[in-house]
Every structure is written in structure tokens, then in C-alpha cells.
């Protein structure tokens, strides 16, 4: 797929904030027609006011992707407009921060509705139309929790790796319609993901303070502060990367954003679990008590 620009459509998940509207203004920028989906009223209206202002081939739509009534209707209003998707970016997701013990059953399925189903259900939205065809092209936004699980992190990077499994099934069954599904995974990037990990993990506040994992959820909290802070690497960096997803001729089945990326990438390949395991549990200051 070569960037036709203008001819080619792309559908964004939760492309008002963050990752996804990065996305969604750099590929308008570059031609594409871009629905750019999310749940609030009051940010599409913002990124329709700016993508007016700039001129861009971008409208908002309304979708909810852990919502089949809000999902039909957002896909039916692109189909009124155009007759399918060329691109489709699941980018849409949040992080739950907590241990396993501590995470309420009803906090675990929230993470998996939106980053795990919510994906699901967007996609199988779309593909019939894709499949008819025969092209297009599916990002999936992964991260390197989709590989690397550090604790307190054990519901979002499960719904990461899932997410990984379910690209690698996808990958093989639309081999034979020219559909190319492809992982983005990046590692921290400041965007509001933070803010919105800590205002779902207030109902857990005391079991930071003083639960049996206390002292791994500050080296957690202080981790998280300090290498995001750190991080180089911005939401249009990982907006570029997607964009050599789109257009590459041949694409990778995975694309690695931010030094992290590598680094965790070329650990996990070299390194043995008890060594891996050794270097997160020194960051997390995790000892045997005897
Ligand atoms: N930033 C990072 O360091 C990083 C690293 C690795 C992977 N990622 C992944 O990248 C993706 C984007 O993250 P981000 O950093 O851009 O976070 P963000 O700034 O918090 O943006 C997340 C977007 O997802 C939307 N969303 C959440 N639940 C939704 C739902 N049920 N239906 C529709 N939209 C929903 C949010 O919409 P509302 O505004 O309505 O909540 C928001 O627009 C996520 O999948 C995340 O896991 C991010």
C-alpha cells in the first residue's frame, strides 16, 4: 500500500487525546481522509475547530468501543460517507494500575472491555467491507507491556498481551485477503494516560499506603513519574512510526517505539526469565523477606 494519499480513509479509536490524535492530525496532514473517533463531546469538538482551522481532511465521529450500539452507529455514519476503510488504528486503551490480589474482578473486566473487546468489536466492524476488497491495513496498539509485565501492571499488560495473540491470529487469517495486521509498541510517551491510571486507581489509595505491596507500588509510582518524565519520545514521534506502518510496502508484523522499546525487545530475546526477572524486581526493590 503506497501512500495514494488523499484516496485512502483511516478509522482511529480514541483519537481525541494522546497517541491516537497524533495520529489522526499527521496522517490528515499527509492526505488521508481520517474519521477520528471518541467518546467526548466537548475534545472532538476541539479537534474538529482545529482540524478546520488547518484545513485538514478529518471529522470526529461519537464512539464508545465498549458500546455495539455506539460502535453500529459510528461505522454506519462512515459508511454513509465513504464506502470503506482503508486503515484502521485500535488505539483506544487506558492503564489499571494494581496488584493482582488487590484488583476487583469488576476492574480487571473494565481493562479487558475497553483495551481487549473494544478492539474486537471495532474490528469486526470493519472487516467484512476490508475483506471484500482484498486490502487495507490494521494497527494495533500494543505497547511493551505486550511483552514485558512488570508488577502492579498485571491487569493492563495481560490486556496487552492479549492483544499480541490476537494480532498474530489476525495476521495469518487476512494473510490470504491482503490485509496486513501490525503491532505498535511503544514504550512511555507523555500523554494524559497517566493521569486518567491514577484517578481509576484512587479506589486503591490505602491499599498503596499500606497494604501488603505497598512498597512495590511506590517504586511503581516512582518509576512511572520519573522515566515517563524522562522520555524523549513524543506522541508525534510514535505518529510517524505508524505512518511508516502504513505506507511501508512490505510492513513488519511489529514496530517498537521509544529507546524502551529496543531495549526491552533485545532483553527479552536475550536474556533468561530468572535473568529478566532479576533486573525488574532490582527496579521495583522486590527482596525475599528471610
Ligand atoms: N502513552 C504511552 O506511554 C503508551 C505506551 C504504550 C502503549 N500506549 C497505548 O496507546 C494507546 C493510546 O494511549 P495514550 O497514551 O494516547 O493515552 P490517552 O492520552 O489517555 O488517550 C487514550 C484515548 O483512548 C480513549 N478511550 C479510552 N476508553 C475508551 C472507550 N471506551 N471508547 C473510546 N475511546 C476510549 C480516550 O478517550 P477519553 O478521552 O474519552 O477517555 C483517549 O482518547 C493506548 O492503547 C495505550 O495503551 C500508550
Known sequence: MNAPRGAQTVLITGATDGLGKAAALLLAGRGYRVFAAGRSAEKRTQLDALAKEKNLPLETLEMDVCDDGSVQKAMASVYQRVGAIDVLINNAGFVQVGGVEDLRLEDWRRQFETNFFGVIRVTQAVLPRMRE????????????????????QGAYSASKHAIEALSNALRHELYPFGIHTILIQPGYIMTGIQSTAMNLAQPYQEKFKTGPYASIYASYLGNATSTRAQSKTTPEDCARVMLKAIEAPRPKARYGVTPLATFAKWSKRLLTDSAADRIIRRRYGISCED
Not at 511493551?144 to 508488577?151: D, I, L, W
Open 133 to 152: 476488497r482484498r486490502k487495507g491495513r490494521i494497527l494495533m496498539m500494543s505497547s511493551v507491556s505486550g511483552f514485558v509485565t512488570p508488577p502492579t
